[in-house]
């Protein structure tokens, strides 16, 4: 399967702050891919799915003025939490829809404080 | 309902021992399944896909019941190594060309091998 690099791996960062998480795909060229959002002891949720040279489609309750993501290219997909709260401390996600079906990133832990 | 149901756990059970999940999933339409694991803090890794006809993977069988909507894996001779939280995936599109489409997730099953 494809390799997918996600970074950063691990981030803490103050409330009103933003931060940008980068999704790559290093061998494999991506029209699409995934975020995903899990809380502790919780499913892996699907945010969006980020679309090449296109807006992003955002899943029913995710407020896309907050989370943007860009996806300007076929090898990477960004996501930026705007003016981050503690509530938005999450393990964020990305996956690509590759050849061997299913490759996801190494994901990023954010904390907001 | 949920989409993808799983009993989250925790199992605690001994090496050795036999060990499985059940998941249910509510979108007749659904076209692949999947099982991965998820180590605490990390990225969830396949573990296995589900057929029809049931598959093993050494010591994992994973088994699909179309009528129930029941998906199952079962782990055999338990490592400590298994220690993990198991996830339940559905994929509600056809898989078609080479590329797979929204993916569910169980909320997924903590189990926990103890010497």
């Known amino acids: 399967g494809a390799v997918v690099s996600q970074h950063p791996s691990w981030v803490i960062c103050k409330s009103g702050t933003s931060v940008k998480i980068e999704c790559r795909s290093l061998?494999?060229?991506?029209?699409?891919m995934f975020w995903y959002r899990q809380f502790p002891k919780q499913s892996l949720m699907l945010m969006a799915t980020s679309n090449e040279g296109s807006k992003a489609t955002y899943e029913q309750g995710v407020e896309k003025d907050k989370f943007l993501i860009n996806h300007a290219s076929l090898t990477l997909s960004t996501l930026t939490v705007t003016s981050a709260h503690p509530e938005d401390s999450s393990f964020y996600i990305c996956?690509?829809?590759?050849?061997?079906?299913?490759?996801f990133g190494s994901g990023t832990r954010l904390t907001v404080v | 309902r949920k989409e993808v149901e799983q009993d989250p756990g925790p199992f605690n059970v001994p090496e050795g021992a036999t060990v499985a999940f059940n998941c249910t999933y509510s979108n007749s339409a659904s076209q692949s399944f999947f099982w991965y694991r998820q180590d605490c803090r990390k990225e969830p890794k396949l573990l296995m896909s589900v057929y029809s006809s049931g598959n093993e993977d050494g010591r994992f069988t994973a088994q699909l019941n179309r009528a129930s909507q029941y998906i199952s894996l079962l782990i055999r001779d338990s490592k400590l190594s298994d220690s993990a939280t198991y996830l339940c995936v559905v994929n509600p599109f056809n898989a078609g060309g080479t590329s797979y489409g929204k993916l569910t997730f169980g909320q997924g099953t903590i189990l926990t091998v103890h010497p």
């Open positions: 996956r690509i829809p590759d050849t061997a079906g299913i490759t």
């Open positions: 061998d494999f060229q991506a029209t699409t």
